[in-house]
Structures are given as structure tokens and as C-alpha cells.
């Protein structure tokens, strides 16, 4: 029997953050008192939060939760507009959220992208090209890459300059993201399409082989291969053929927002982002797509959904519930398909569309569930 007894940070941070977490909350209760499950949630401040109460946009009492947690559900963090004085290194963005991406070792991120039939308005594509809605993932490989390879520099050179990145992996570290990529693949409909460019970068080559190795590891899932120029090109011509799309670094973050982009608003995206599993216990940083929307802040004009997939996300790939998970995301479409709406999602010429506010949203989320 799989374990129920869970704890989980919960980190609102600025902006709409401290809305949309609320009712993420309400909604993990409401799976809680229905799966039976026993969840300590202890709420901790981030980002500017965490400035103003601790003077560190990751206080230490903040961090030593998220060491004692099963996961962390995090809001998002950053005012643009606050204390420009603050250096760089300071400020939440990269103190808070890079930090703790840094300290968790979170090397995957996963951004599924659903597009409810009822919501094809909201998306840039001709309803033909949506198949009667979208739902694909995009496992990203998030700590290794162009990103962080060495040497990374910018040199003087006679006549000019001369830069350096260097996109550099191990067979370890795609091993590590395949599994991932193709474990999900399981609990959906079994297909991964490996992103590479194999026919140009050695890094696509050793790439390509060591997924293939790993899928044979996994015969119930399908695994095809695709260049990735060709990849941008087929997610907005057929993005129906995708399931998991898996990517290393900077394939990914291109690819990935190119996927959201399809999902019609960043209100409705949620994300993962994975580090290592002992046993049955993968710890995860899970977290809305978009950022803190200072613009409707305090208003209840933000979307929750985001951050209640995401709570969703949590139960399915750290606490192991995917019954629990499956329920809250029956529960989104239901509340959809009953036509509330917030203000990201509204369009007036659907007759049976309701607009709503952040609260009335998550209290019917929580109900469905
Ligand atoms: P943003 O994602 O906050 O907002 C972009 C647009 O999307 C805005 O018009 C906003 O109103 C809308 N939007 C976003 N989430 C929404 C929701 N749940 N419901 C309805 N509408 C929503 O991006 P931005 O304005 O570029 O950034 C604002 C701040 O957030 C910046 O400080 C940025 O650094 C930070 N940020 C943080 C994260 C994070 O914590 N992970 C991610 C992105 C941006």
C-alpha cells in the first residue's frame, strides 16, 4: 500500500501568488479528506516575502522547511517595480527560485499543456489543427546543457571578441531525464518523441543512443525521434501527434514556451520540477508557469487553475497519488465544462460562459473534487 502521510511547503511568494496558493490549498484539502490522505502544510514566506520578513528572498527557516518536506508548492516570486537598489543576486528571481532549483538538484521539468475543447478560442491555432483539444508534456532536462557547461566565456581577440558556451552531458545525466520522460509516458498515452538534433551536435548523437537504450527498458511505450527544427515546426502544424516531448536544456525552454503558447493562457499551465528519487519518494518544486502578474494582483482577477494543477502534479509525482492527481484534473475540466471562467479565459460570444473571480473558482474546483 502506498504511503498517506505527507508534509509539504507551501511558499506563496509576491503578487497573485498568495491568491492562487490559497485555493490550491483548499483544493489539496479537498483530495486529502477524499483519498484519505494526512498532509502537514506549513506555509513559509519567499521572494519579497521573504525580504520583508527576513530580509532574504530565501530565509533560513524557509529553506530548512523545504529540507523536512515531501515537496515544495511554490507561488512565484519578483515585483519588478520594488527597490531597484537590491543587486541582481538579491532579488528573488535568483535568490529564491534559482536557488532552490540549485539545492534540490531539480534536473526535470515537466509543463504539461492542456487545451480543454471549450476553451479552442483561447488558442493562437485554427480549431482543425487542435484535434477537439490538446494535451501534451514537455519533460525538459534542466540542469545540464549549454546552460551550465564550461567553459562559458567571453575573451578579447585580435579584431574583436570571441565567445564561448559549451553544450556538454553525460550519458548518466540523459539516462536520469529519459527514465523520467518515459515513467510518465506510462501513466499516459505511451508515447516519447525525443527531441535531438543528432545529425548535427555530438551532444544529439550520444543523446539519441542513450534514449534509445533506456526505451528499451519501457516496451509499453512507443519512442520516436525527431530533429528538433523540425519539432518546432510540427507542434504548431500537428501538435496532436505529441505526448511527452522530451528535450535537453535549451531545446526545451524554446519548445516548452512554444507549447505554452498553445495552451491559450499561462493561468492554465502548471509545471514540475523534479529531483532524485529514493524508494518510492521523488522530491519535487512544483509551481504555475507564469510569474506573479503584479498587473491583477490583489483584485481576484487571477487564474487559479495554474497553481492548482500544479498542487495536482505534486500528489502524482512526489506523494505517488495519481488518483488523487487524476481527480483534481477531472475536477478543471468539470468546473470548465460548467462554463466558469476567469477574466484570461472569458470570451463573451461563448453563450454559456460565467466569468468568476480567483475564489469562486477555487471553491468550485474544491467542490468537484
Ligand atoms: P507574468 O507571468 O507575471 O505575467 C504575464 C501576463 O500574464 C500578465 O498580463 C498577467 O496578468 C498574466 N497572467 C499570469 N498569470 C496569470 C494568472 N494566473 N491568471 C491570469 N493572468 C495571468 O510575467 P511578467 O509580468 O513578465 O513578470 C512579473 C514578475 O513575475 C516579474 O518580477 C518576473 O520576474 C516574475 N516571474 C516569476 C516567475 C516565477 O516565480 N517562477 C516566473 C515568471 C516571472
Redesign the pocket.
Known sequence: MSATTFTIAALA?D??GPE?MREALKVLRAAEARFGLHLTITEAPV?WAGIDAAGDALPATTLELCRKSDAIL???????DRDPTIPKEKR??RAA?LRLRKEFSLFANLRPVRLPKELSHACPLRPERQGGGLDLLVVRELTGGLYFGQPKKTEDIPGGQRSVDTMVYTSAEVERIAHVAFRTARLRRKKVTSIDKANVLENGILWREVVTRVGREYPEVTLEHMFVDNAAMQLVLKPTQFDVVLCENLFGDILSDEAAALGG???MLPSASLGNTTGDRTFGLY??A???????AGKD????I??ILSAGLLLRHSLRHDDAALAIEAAVQRVIGQGLR???IFNPAEPAARRVGTREMGDAIAAAV
Open positions: 511568494g503578487g497573485i492562487v521572494g511554490f507561488g512565484s516570486v519578483g515585483l519588478p528573488p528571481e527560485l493562457s499561462l493561468g509551481e504555475p507564469g510569474g506573479t502578474a503584479p498587473d491583477i482577477l487571477a487564474n487559479p495554474a497553481q476567469t477574466g484570461d
